[in-house]
C-alpha cells in the first residue's frame, strides 16, 4: 500500500473550514483515499474516500490532486466536536472483499473556541 | 441498526488469567476486523474475517491470542495467558466486504479496554 505523510498536529478556529492535508506521492492506480477520524475515547469513525474526483457527503469534502499524490479533507464549518485524530488510508480496491485497513499516526486535529 | 456492540466494554484482570472479549457485527456485515490500540503502537489490525472465515491473522502477536467467529454474528479474541502488555483498547469493526464502498469502510465497536494486572 502507498505511504501516506500527514501533519503530526493542527489548530483551527470554532466556525472556519478545517483543511487537512495528506500526501501520497506514490499512490497506484487502483488505490484508492479514505479518510476516518477518531473521537478521543470513541473507535475510528468513516469519514469519506474517493479515488480521483472530488467527493462531498454530510460530514466532509475531499479533494484529491490531479495527479493524485496528494489530497485535502475538508471540515467547512468545523465545531468543538471534530476535534480528534484524522487518518488518511490509501488501499486497494480488489474486487475480492475486504482486506484490512492500516491506520498510521494521523493528525491531531484542536478547534479552539 | 445498534452497530457493532463489544463486550465487555472494560475488563480488569491479573496476569495469567484467560480474557474473552466478544463482538457481534453489524447484521449483514460479511467481514469482521480485530484491532488493538496503545499508545506506543497505535491502531493495529490483529486479524479480519471474511464470511466467518480468518483471512489473516498476521497481526496477531503471538500465540497466546486467538480469534473465532463461529457465525456470521459473533466473534470472540480470546487471550490466554493474559500479561501486562497485554493492556490496550481492543476494537471490532465490521464491513459489508463488497464492492468499493463497502470492502474498506468499517464500521467500529466503542472497544473493549482491558488491563491486565
Known amino acids: 500500500d502507498a505511504k501516506t505523510t500527514q501533519p503530526t498536529s493542527m489548530d483551527c478556529a470554532e466556525g472556519r473550514a478545517a483543511n487537512l492535508p495528506c500526501n501520497h506521492s506514490t499512490i497506484s492506480g487502483n488505490e484508492y483515499v479514505y479518510w476516518y477520524r477518531q473521537i478521543h475515547s470513541q473507535g475510528p469513525q468513516y469519514i469519506i474516500h474517493?479515488?480521483?474526483n472530488n467527493e462531498t457527503n454530510e460530514m466532509a469534502s475531499l479533494i484529491i490532486t490531479e495527479d493524485r499524490k496528494s489530497s485535502t479533507l475538508i471540515l467547512p464549518h468545523a465545531t468543538l466536536r471534530d476535534t480528534a485524530v484524522y487518518y488518511c488510508i490509501v488501499r486497494p480496491y480488489s474486487g475480492g472483499g475486504a482486506d484490512g485497513l492500516t491506520f498510521g499516526k494521523g493528525t491531531h486535529l484542536i478547534i479552539q473556541p | 441498526d445498534a452497530g457493532v456492540i463489544q463486550s465487555p466494554r472494560h475488563e480488569v484482570t491479573e496476569m495469567g488469567q484467560e480474557v474473552t472479549l466478544r463482538c457481534k457485527p453489524i447484521s449483514g456485515h460479511n467481514s469482521l476486523f480485530w484491532y488493538r490500540q496503545t499508545m506506543m503502537r497505535g491502531l493495529e489490525l490483529l486479524i479480519y474475517?471474511?464470511?466467518?472465515?480468518?483471512?489473516?491473522d498476521s497481526g496477531m502477536p503471538e500465540d497466546r491470542f486467538s480469534a473465532k467467529m463461529p457465525n456470521a454474528s459473533f466473534s470472540t479474541l480470546k487471550i490466554q495467558p493474559s500479561e501486562p502488555r497485554d493492556s490496550a483498547v481492543y476494537f471490532c469493526?465490521?464491513?459489508?466486504?463488497?464492492?468499493?464502498?463497502?470492502?474498506?469502510?468499517?464500521?467500529f465497536g466503542a472497544g473493549s479496554r482491558l488491563t491486565v494486572l
Open positions: 474517493g479515488l480521483k
Open positions: 469493526a465490521s464491513s459489508t466486504g463488497q464492492g468499493v464502498s463497502g470492502a474498506n469502510v468499517l464500521t
Open positions: 474475517f471474511n464470511n466467518n472465515v480468518p483471512i489473516d
